[in-house]
Structure formats: structure tokens, C-alpha cells
């Protein structure tokens, strides 16, 4: 059966090593890391089909959604933090969908 997703994503420049990047459909790997240490909700994916394009890192998850989305309100909440200690995190209905977290992108020089 087809699935309904709630997608959060961070575009992300530069660009990490292409070399660290997996082909689109690919998941990363212990050669093709990506981004390590992203925090994942329950019932939440790393979208493999786009890692970004030839001048910016796409990060993003898909989190199953049931079908009351289409019926009632929903709280999505974005919680960005900066600093050497910050992150960016998505929750639906208060459960984590996505976190990133300073450490994470400042491996490669992005925060």
C-alpha cells in the first residue's frame, strides 16, 4: 500500500566531498557516510532518491504519517538552536521526525 509522508530536509552548503555522497537510491555506508549521527524519529526514513545538487547537500527524512492528517490539525514544529552547540530538529505532534546537530555539520565545515 502507498504510504503519506511528512518530509523535513535541510539544504546544506558546500557541498561535503563527493566522495562521501552514495548514489541517489543508495543508503549511505561505512565509505559513503554522508552525514553521520543524524537523529532519526520512530517510523522515519533518511530519503535516499536526493542527497542534493551540484552545489548544495540535501538532508532529509520521511516520516510516516496516518491517514488523520488529511482530517485534523496537525502540530509540525521546527526548532532551530545555533552556536557550536545547536542543532535544527523537526517534530510532528511532538515526536522527533529529524535532528541535526552542530557537531554533525561542522565535520565539514557547514554550520
Known amino acids: 500500500p502507498n504510504a503519506t509522508f511528512?518530509?523535513?530536509?535541510?539544504?546544506?552548503a558546500p557541498r561535503i566531498p563527493q566522495t562521501l555522497t552514495p548514489s541517489a537510491g543508495?543508503?549511505?555506508?561505512?565509505?559513503q557516510p554522508f552525514y553521520r549521527d543524524i537523529h532519526f524519529g520512530p517510523n522515519t526514513l533518511q530519503n535516499t532518491l536526493f542527497y542534493g545538487y551540484a552545489n548544495y547537500d540535501s538532508i532529509s527524512t520521511e516520516a510516516i504519517a496516518d491517514d488523520s492528517l488529511?482530517?485534523?490539525?496537525?502540530?509540525?514544529?521546527?526548532?532551530?538552536?545555533?552556536?557550536p552547540e545547536g542543532y535544527v530538529r523537526w517534530s510532528w505532534e511532538g515526536t522527533l521526525i529529524q535532528e541535526i546537530d552542530a557537531e554533525t555539520l561542522g565535520r565539514y565545515g557547514s554550520t
Open 6 to 12: 511528512v518530509q523535513g530536509a535541510l539544504q546544506v
Open 26 to 31: 543508495d543508503p549511505p555506508t561505512a565509505d
Open 70 to 83: 488529511y482530517s485534523e490539525p496537525k502540530r509540525v514544529t521546527l526548532e532551530w538552536r545555533p552556536g
